[in-house]
């Protein structure tokens, strides 16, 4: 009965995926995890560090990304609350506040708890966490049936989709903190033309949910509720980012100085799920593990992609580079021994990262 009752509510799930989420009443997530696990995920290599705050995740395929479009240069929009200055390039947005990451952490953890999660990856010294996989419960239709019956029938009811969120503290030079909220979701479709059999594959990143995330962030931090929705909704700005050629090989040209551009593509492998196992800001560079698009078409059943460990692919490694001169920064693909990049896969990961930066 419950598979039927979700698989009858696939198409109209589908339909509200379109639909805003800055309304905050459109969000109750409640996690699909039966209990807390901190345990650093199978994919994660765990590198011996110093306590600077890095990158892990993910392997993802990124066959669904496009090609991003020229545009005009553009400044970041920046505006201030308090300590807190909410910073936007596109449809990325961040965080800055003059406060330490440690004194962040504890409310940063307490946040995404009190917001219907569980934290699958609570690594301070890595300056990550992240949550499970959940399912937004407001996007349910409130029939009859249901308004009547309420938590009685409560769990006889999902949505066909599920969303986790990745949060990342960095340090900033002036002893405060940059926090980076980058949403992945799954959508569960049907699976032969019959349409009694479901599969999970990867959806689009949703910036709206950031944002909303983001403005919940500012109150628990401290900032008044209005004047931070203002906020996270203000400033929009045009791409700043192209996929061009150089040398034959495939690269991402932004308008923007190196700084800005590191925590943008920082955003945008988080965003997408590439697995950063290092990463070296002296030298511009990030080293990421990638899955092939369709290196795994085994089918695992309800859920089975969406929560199994098992390992079935082997990822490859590159190292994602940025040079910049001036205003202008090109971001590149290098292979594990740092040689220049020109096969398949680098077109898609340069077409994942641009995609994401518009």
Same mark, same amino acid.
């Given at each position: 009965?419950?598979?039927?009752?979700?698989?009858?509510?696939?198409?109209?799930?589908?339909?509200?995926?379109?639909?805003?989420?800055?309304?905050?009443?459109?969000?109750?997530?409640?996690?699909?995890?039966?209990?807390?696990?901190?345990?650093?995920?199978?994919?994660?290599?765990?590198?011996?560090?110093?306590?600077?705050?890095?990158?892990?995740?993910?392997?993802?395929?990124?066959?669904?990304?496009?090609?991003?479009?020229?545009?005009?240069?553009?400044?970041?929009?920046?505006?201030?609350?308090?300590?807190?200055?909410?910073?936007?390039?596109?449809?990325?947005?961040?965080?800055?506040?003059?406060?330490?990451?440690?004194?962040?952490?504890?409310?940063?953890?307490?946040?995404?708890?009190?917001?219907?999660?569980?934290?699958?990856?609570?690594?301070?010294?890595?300056?990550?966490?992240?949550?499970?996989?959940?399912?937004?419960?407001?996007?349910?239709?409130?029939?009859?049936?249901?308004?009547?019956?309420?938590?009685?029938?409560? $769990?006889?009811?999902?949505?066909?989709?599920?969303?986790?969120?990745?949060?990342?503290?960095?340090?900033?030079?002036?002893?405060?903190?940059?926090?980076?909220?980058?949403?992945?979701?799954?959508?569960?479709?049907?699976?032969?033309?019959?349409?009694?059999?479901?599969?999970?594959?990867?959806?689009?990143?949703?910036?709206?949910?950031?944002?909303?995330?983001?403005?919940?962030?500012?109150?628990?931090?401290?900032?008044?509720?209005?004047?931070?929705?203002?906020?996270?909704?203000?400033?929009?700005?045009?791409?700043?980012?192209?996929?061009?050629?150089?040398?034959?090989?495939?690269?991402?040209?932004?308008?923007?100085?190196?700084?800005?551009?590191?925590?943008?593509?920082?955003? $945008?492998?988080?965003?997408?799920?590439?697995?950063?196992?290092?990463?070296?800001?002296?030298?511009?560079?990030?080293?990421?593990?990638?899955?092939?698009?369709?290196?795994?078409?085994?089918?695992?059943?309800?859920?089975?992609?969406?929560?199994?460990?098992?390992?079935?692919?082997?990822?490859?490694?590159?190292?994602?580079?940025?040079?910049?001169?001036?205003?202008?920064?090109?971001?590149?693909?290098?292979?594990?021994?740092?040689?220049?990049?020109?096969?398949?896969?680098?077109?898609?990961?340069?077409?994942?990262?641009?995609?994401?930066?518009?």
């Amino acid at each position: 009965m419950k598979q039927s009752a979700k698989l009858s509510l696939l198409a109209l799930c589908a339909a509200l995926a379109s639909c805003s989420v800055l309304d905050g009443d459109k969000i109750d997530y409640k996690s699909a995890s039966k209990g807390v696990s901190l345990e650093v995920p199978p994919d994660l290599t765990q590198l011996s560090r110093d306590t600077r705050y890095t990158i892990p995740g993910g392997a993802v395929t990124a066959s669904s990304f496009q090609v991003g479009q020229a545009a005009p240069t553009m400044p970041t929009a920046a505006t201030t609350l308090g300590d807190v200055r909410i910073e936007r390039a596109g449809t990325q947005r961040w965080l800055v506040i003059n406060r330490p990451a440690d004194q962040l952490w504890n409310p940063i953890r307490d946040f995404w708890q009190e917001n219907g999660f569980l934290l699958t990856l609570d690594q301070s010294n890595l300056g990550i966490m992240e949550t499970d996989w959940a399912e937004n419960r407001a996007k349910i239709p409130q029939d009859f049936i249901r308004q009547s019956l309420g938590k009685l029938l409560d $769990s006889f009811y999902s949505t066909a989709e599920r969303d986790r969120f990745r949060t990342r503290l960095e340090r900033t030079a002036t002893g405060g903190t940059e926090i980076y909220v980058s949403h992945r979701g799954m959508i569960e479709v049907y699976a032969n033309r019959e349409k009694d059999q479901t599969v999970w594959q990867p959806r689009p990143t949703d910036p709206e949910l950031e944002a909303e995330f983001l403005r919940r962030l500012m109150i628990k931090l401290g900032a008044p509720q209005e004047q931070a929705k203002a906020l996270v909704a203000s400033g929009a700005v045009k791409p700043v980012a192209r996929v061009a050629s150089v040398n034959n090989t495939p690269v991402v040209q932004i308008d923007e100085g190196f700084d800005r551009a590191w925590r943008r593509v920082g955003l $945008s492998l988080d965003r997408t799920g590439f697995t950063v196992e290092d990463r070296d800001r002296a030298q511009g560079t990030y080293f990421v593990r990638y899955v092939e698009p369709n290196a795994d078409k085994q089918d695992k059943g309800f859920l089975g992609k969406l929560f199994s460990s098992e390992k079935t692919v082997t990822p490859l490694k590159y190292r994602i580079t940025l040079k910049s001169q001036g205003d202008a920064t090109t971001v590149s693909v290098l292979n594990a021994a740092g040689a220049p990049e020109a096969s398949a896969n680098a077109q898609r990961i340069v077409q994942v990262i641009a995609d994401d930066l518009k």
